[in-house]
């Protein structure tokens, strides 16, 4: 599929559309002027003497509209913006395939799990009214485990968009430890941002001694952030001037609030991302590559779908990988605990099974089917990623 031809297509129908409708303007603004000439006249016949015969009034302005045609200069425009319209439409109906049904496999899948997945979506998202709806009509009530600290996240983040850092502040001393035991700096963040709301409401005296009271704990490991801070209440009042002028950015509370976003799921041994959102944005990236797999064995007069694994592999961004797979080059099979990936002494990896077949025998030397170097299953170690 050529999304630039595509593209192109769509560029073309949309300048015709915008021609269209400035044509039609002009068409519309000719008929305006036409009508409120002759009501001027009309106008000039009724406040002086001059007498103008109405129904030769009339007759020119129908003979002047019949000159400009709106109708058929509408209609003929009209016409021209439904042919391109139709060309693209017929495009992309080649391009797309409307019917995706038919890269669907008939799995079977744990509903528990999926009304659980979808269960905490919507509590993700801060819809919890519809959460619980949807908890209380499929019966799962195990779904509510998320709700309770999903409130707080929510609550904490609202706070923020409202300048309001408290909330933050009390689930970050609260988390103290468990959040320096994964490393995270969020708390000095949050610290930071409080800094430079006193420094600009309060005076300097109150933000050097939220510095000595919050952000001294902070100096043995993050000295050059709180000397920056520092430099700043030498530019109490003209902050926007200074070099640190930056730290102002909404930019920054945007950041913080990101970061307290993925330390909240992190401490619940959660994903960052909707396990939802991420099935279905791999299964966009893979459509493509099985529906043409399906046409493929379709002409072919061959099922797939019972297939154990896919004749050909579906490339997924880095995004989705989240754990090392090792699909055999040779034989296409995806590597497990009894058909190991294996390497060979020049370097290249094949799984087991491949391996096997290529030597027919665990004493016979066989060549490598990627560079000419000769090897026995006993020199192939098992490789553990």
């Known amino acids: 599929m050529d999304l630039s031809t595509i593209k192109d ?18 068409v519309i603004d ?4 036409e009508t409120e000439c002759a009501l001027a006249k009309l106008q ?8 103008v015969d109405l129904k030769t009034l009339l007759t020119e302005l129908k003979n002047k509209l019949n000159e400009i045609g709106p109708i058929n ?13 139709n060309k ?14 038919k890269a669907y496999r008939d799995v079977d899948f744990d509903i528990h799990i999926v009304n659980q997945i979808v269960a905490t979506h919507l509590y993700r998202e801060g819809f919890f009214d519809l959460g619980d709806c949807f908890v209380n009509e499929v019966h799962e009530s195990e779904a509510t485990t998320l709700k309770s600290p999903l409130l707080e996240m929510h609550r ?11 909330p933050a502040l009390m689930w970050a001393a609260a988390n103290h430890d468990k959040l320096l035991q994964i490393g995270s700096s969020l708390e000095l963040k949050l610290h930071q941002l409080q800094f430079v709301e006193i420094l600009q409401k309060g005076s300097r005296d109150d933000a050097l001694k939220y510095i000595q009271t919050h952000l ?27 070099p640190y002028a930056e730290i102002l950015s909404p930019v920054q509370w945007e950041k913080v609030a990101e970061e307290l976003t993925r330390q909240f799921w992190k401490l619940l041994g959660q994903s960052h991302e909707s396990p939802l959102i991420t099935a279905m944005a791999a299964g966009v990236q893979g459509l493509p590559t099985l529906l043409k797999l399906a046409n493929v064995m379709a002409a072919k ?31 296409r099979d995806q590597a497990t605990e009894e058909n190991p990936p294996m390497l060979m002494p020049c370097g290249h990896v094949l799984c087991k099974q491949s391996i096997v077949k290529l030597s027919k025998s665990s004493t016979r030397t066989f060549k490598c089917p990627y560079c000419p170097l000769v090897a026995t299953v006993a020199e192939c170690r098992s490789l553990h990623f």
């Open 9 to 26: 297509a769509f560029d073309q129908v949309s300048k015709k559309q915008q021609l269209s409708c400035y044509k039609a303007q002009e």
């Open 30 to 33: 000719q008929v305006v002027r």
């Open 44 to 51: 000039l016949t009724e406040d002086t003497d001059f007498a």
């Open 73 to 85: 200069q509408l209609e003929q425009l009209r016409k021209e913006l439904n042919v391109g319209l």
């Open 88 to 101: 693209y439409t017929k495009l992309l109906e080649k391009s797309f395939i409307p019917d995706i049904s």
């Open 156 to 166: 904490i983040l609202e706070a923020m968009r409202c300048r309001n850092l408290e």
């Open 216 to 242: 001294a704990p902070f100096a043995s490991n993050h000295m050059l952030e709180i000397q920056k801070l520092m430099a700043c209440l030498l530019w109490l009042g003209r902050l926007n001037y200074s």
């Open 301 to 331: 007069q061959q099922e797939w779908l019972a297939m154990k694994q896919l004749p050909v592999p579906v490339e997924l961004g880095s995004e989705f990988q989240f754990h090392s797979i090792f699909v055999c080059p040779v034989s």
